[in-house]
């Protein structure tokens, strides 16, 4: 089983703060993608990773792909309350089996406080 | 260009019935994937479409099941319906590569009486 452990599970924070969530598995991904997600809505794509050791910035967003394609990290820089909402991982892997599959950490639910 | 549409937004069914979701994928995307979200077991893959054949299935039962048409739009039907599957239904759509990035629908919400 291709389990993707996400943590923290809740963050809660006051404007200004940074924060890192991470994503952590035992298996090997060929991808991995960063959603945020509000309430009520779809996953909206943050950024997509395939190589080991990438790293991705997104103005205030950092994106990091382990060297050994099994872990991944998001560093938020100077938080806002524009930030609050649900942040998932998800894992693709190559493969007849794995065809339009994505393995999804449990997410974390971030609130920052103005 | 347009983005992933899921019609309807909002489904309320009674235990026993049956329901239809549809999910217009993004133009030139042939690759639809299905997936169930729920507070507690959160995002879980459902099945995936690719040019009208299933090429990957979750571990549901039977009672769900998919369908996707020549212009790449897909449905989902759920028959049967438990109180268990009350959940936001979320289609992604993708160009069909093992790794290409997913993008997702508004999701449909179903609510089982």
């Not at chain 1, 007849?96 to 920052?112: D, P």
């Not at chain 2, 994937?33 to 893959?45: I, M, R, V």
């Not at chain 2, 479409?49 to 039962?61: C, I, M």
Request: aromatic share 10%; with cysteine; proline share 4%.
């Amino acid at each position: 089983t291709q389990l993707l452990e996400q943590s923290p599970q809740f963050l809660s924070i006051q404007e200004g703060e940074n924060l890192t969530v991470y994503c952590n598995s035992s298996s090997v991904f060929s991808s991995l993608q960063w959603y945020r997600q509000e309430p009520g809505e779809g996953p909206v794509l943050l950024v997509t990773v395939v190589t080991g050791g990438e790293v991705k910035k997104l103005k205030r967003l950092t994106f990091q792909f382990g060297d050994a394609r099994k872990d991944s990290s998001l560093h938020i820089t100077a938080a806002q309350p524009g930030d609050t909402g649900l942040y998932l991982c998800a894992g693709g892997r190559a493969g007849g089996t794995s065809y339009g599959k994505l393995t999804f950490g449990q997410g974390t639910i971030l609130t920052v406080h103005p | 260009k347009a983005g992933v549409t899921q019609t309807p937004r909002y489904l309320i069914k009674t235990r026993g019935q049956q329901v239809t979701l549809s999910c217009s994928p993004i133009s030139g995307h042939r690759s639809v994937s299905w997936y169930q979200q729920t507070p507690g077991q959160g995002l879980q893959f459902l099945f995936e479409y690719f040019s009208e054949t299933q090429r990957n299935k979750g571990n549901f039962p039977g009672r769900f099941s998919g369908r996707q048409f020549s212009n790449s739009r897909s449905e989902m039907n759920v028959s049967t319906l438990e109180l268990g599957d009350s959940a936001l239904y979320l289609c992604a759509s993708s160009s069909g590569g093992a790794t290409d990035t997913q993008y997702f629908g508004p999701g449909t919400r179903l609510t089982v009486l």
